[in-house]
């Protein structure tokens, strides 16, 4: 059972139409929740941390919130240079380590 | 450096050829992440250095992988004996510690097996 999940898989948007993504989690002992952007044919490029439920991080037109259960990217007014793969990654104790887990993202394309 | 680094950015390779996958992490970097990433799926963890010792090595798929670290920098994946379902951008990632931290990724390093 996947640890993260995003929903949805794809979302299509054109430029200026708001939405969210979505990254649920059930691991315990929370220790960060993190979002990440990838662009093809490049790594993934760190874009916020979250910590704790109710906290919210901003960052142009991106907005990434988190409860207990899950975590909000939303997206406001996006433009076409926004499109890519969203990441989402978790860190919680595990064995003695904290391997980040991935989801296996949403993929975001915004039209102009 | 000023980022992490990967080689060779592209490879493609015989089926039961080995390959060798290299990162060089941001320097001072003392956590070390392999990561393997197939086309419509997630990242897959494979294996965890801290320092030069790997106390997670949990994610390797077979014991046709495995990775090393010296000097508590560059790294080194090995792929013995390449299947096809071998197929994939390989990742390497690090951070400044363990713990909860950022992680800054490389290209990543293509595989293709035929």
């Known amino acids: 059972e996947d640890q993260v999940t995003q929903s949805p898989e794809a979302l299509r948007l054109q430029e200026g139409e708001s939405s969210s993504l979505n990254c649920s989690y059930t691991?315990?002992?929370?220790?960060?929740l993190f979002w990440y952007r990838q662009d093809p044919g490049k790594g993934p490029e760190f874009l916020f941390t979250?910590?704790?439920a109710g906290e919210e991080k901003e960052k142009e037109r991106l907005k990434a919130t988190l409860t207990k259960k899950e975590s909000f990217l939303h997206i406001t007014a996006p433009k076409p240079e926004d499109s890519a793969t969203y990441l989402c990654?978790?860190?919680?104790?595990?064995?003695?380590?904290?391997?980040?887990?991935f989801g296996r993202g949403t993929s975001l394309i915004v039209h102009p | 450096g000023a980022g992490v680094s990967q080689s060779p950015s592209n490879k493609v390779t015989e089926k039961g050829k080995d390959v060798e996958l290299r990162c060089d992490p941001i320097?001072?970097?003392?956590?070390l992440y392999w990561y393997r990433q197939s086309l419509g799926q997630g990242l897959e963890f494979l294996i965890y250095f801290q320092g030069n010792s790997a106390p997670d090595k949990s994610g390797l798929p077979s014991d046709r992988f495995s990775a090393e670290r010296t000097g508590g920098s560059v790294s080194t994946l090995t792929i013995q004996r390449t299947q096809q379902e071998d197929s994939a951008v390989y990742l390497c990632a690090s951070s400044n510690k363990g713990g909860a931290n950022v992680l800054t990724f490389g290209a990543g390093s293509r595989l293709t097996v035929l």
């Open positions: 320097s001072g970097h003392t956590a």
């Open positions: 990654a978790v860190q919680a104790p595990s064995g003695g380590s904290y391997i980040p887990t």
């Open positions: 691991v315990s002992g929370l220790r960060g």
């Open positions: 979250l910590y704790s």
